[in-house]
């Protein structure tokens, strides 16, 4: 590496989970430069996947769900600037613009993130309608939730189930509407996907299929009127958890490539060579275009640090495959890799926990399980390794998972 060529200042755009870990992998890779993380919130960086959980229970603070105490950043030199948007990115001339002033900068990693989907059907500014994407959407939300509150959520992905699932534990009467019978099919497959979205109604949450055609004034109160139906739900609050849109305006306000996202290449590198995305903001793209946005957790971790390596010119690291979870119910959720082949079940599906595992040619190319964190571990490491592997092996609970990725097989409470 040519220390000479690096970038004397590189500033980071965006103080979510990639910008973090981005800065992080700078400082671990040996970059000594001058680094800055400007970020549009007031709050030190957190974790967001608490948000719809344990902050909304109670269960954790704003302090608790901090990604690294603000202390650290001062350790690794990192020039941490809350509540300092970035209105512009100069590529050309070598600056970024703020609210007051310009930054002199060398190159730039845009992690903005994304903006919630609104509702887009008349009455959907209406005030008793919130979204959930930031610590202060969650502290405005959980101040509203309590017992008897009659709460509808829109959208039962992974957000909008978690928050149906948080509201029954505070006593809520919740209503969860999505158009899609079976949310998650198209990742899980529709017996699990209906096992998961099966838990709603199991634990008191009316589940409506059907889209919101518009939105009603109760005064005080809000009426959801449903489509193709005469369906209404009353609600004293509502949550829309229908996506989100990648933030690339700083990226097309330059002239960089984008298209729902800033396009980026495998390191991250946008159209502009000064120019880097990740996380929400940034999406992949191949030898045929773009790629669909992967919006997860371990997604933008591992897209900061690769970007970290594209900026100072060190090889790419290796990602591993890509992996999400949810908690609901008392069910974690994990799931890895591609959910597609041949299905081999180990335990009781819909028991207290259960994992099932993809086979492509004899491999496994995913998995899915509830409350088996350590089998999904091993499950990951046999994708990863594209180890071959038996399906029997898979179903027997008396076979260690781990001995299949070791080659050491003994059985599940045989030695450690």
């Known amino acids: 590496m040519n220390w000479s060529e690096l970038p004397r200042h590189v500033a980071v755009v965006g103080a979510g989970l990639a910008g973090v870990s981005a800065c992080e992998q700078l400082r671990e890779l040996g970059y000594d430069g001058r680094l800055t993380l400007f970020g549009a919130e007031p709050h030190v960086p957190y974790d967001r996947p608490p948000l719809s959980k344990d902050l909304l229970l109670g269960k954790q603070t704003a302090d608790e ?3 690294r105490k603000a202390e650290w950043y001062a350790a690794k030199d990192i020039d941490l600037r809350l509540g300092t948007p970035v209105t512009a990115i100069r590529p050309d001339e070598g600056r970024v613009e703020l609210v007051h002033g310009t930054v002199a900068v060398d190159a730039v990693l845009l992690a903005t993130g994304g903006r919630p989907r609104p509702l887009p059907v008349p009455g959907g500014d209406h005030p008793a309608i919130t979204v959930l994407r930031s610590l202060d959407d969650a502290v405005v939300l959980k101040d509203r939730l ?123 590198r946008s159209s502009h060579p000064r120019i880097f995305a990740a996380g929400d903001a940034a999406r992949p793209t191949g030898p045929d275009g773009p790629l669909p946005n992967v919006e997860h957790w371990e997604s933008a971790l591992h897209e900061g640090k690769a970007a970290a390596a594209a900026i100072i010119g060190a090889p ?79 179903a027997d609970e008396s076979v260690d998972l781990r001995s299949l990725v070791t080659g050491n097989r003994t059985p599940a409470g045989g030695p450690r």
Request: net charge negative; hydrophobic share 50%; charged share 20%.
């Open 65 to 67: 769900i901090v990604l």
């Open 146 to 268: 309590a017992p008897g509150v009659r709460l509808g959520v829109i959208g039962a992905g992974l957000i909008g189930a978690e928050v149906a699932a948080s509201a029954t534990v505070l006593g809520c009467q919740a209503t969860l509407i999505d158009p899609a019978p079976l949310p998650l099919e198209h990742v899980v497959g529709a017996e699990i996907a209906d096992l998961l979205h099966s838990q709603h109604r199991a634990n008191g949450v009316r589940v409506l299929v059907g889209a919101v055609a518009s939105v009603e004034d109760l005064g005080g109160a809000i009426r959801l009127h449903l489509a193709d139906s005469n369906e209404t739900v009353d609600c004293d609050v509502v949550v829309v958890g229908v996506g989100i849109v990648s933030d690339d305006s700083l990226a097309a306000a330059a002239g960089v490539a984008v298209n729902r996202g800033v396009l980026v290449d495998t390191a991250q």
């Open 316 to 394: 790419e690291p290796v990602r591993p495959v890509s992996r999400f979870w949810s908690d609901r119910y008392g069910w974690h959720l994990e799931v890895v890799g591609e959910f597609r082949g041949e299905v081999v079940l180990r335990g009781e599906l819909g028991g207290e926990s259960f994992a099932a595992f993809a086979l492509v040619d004899g491999k496994c190319v995913g998995a899915v399980a509830v409350n088996r964190p350590s089998e999904m571990k091993a499950a990951r490491r046999l994708i990863e390794r594209g180890l071959p592997v038996r399906a029997g092996h898979l």
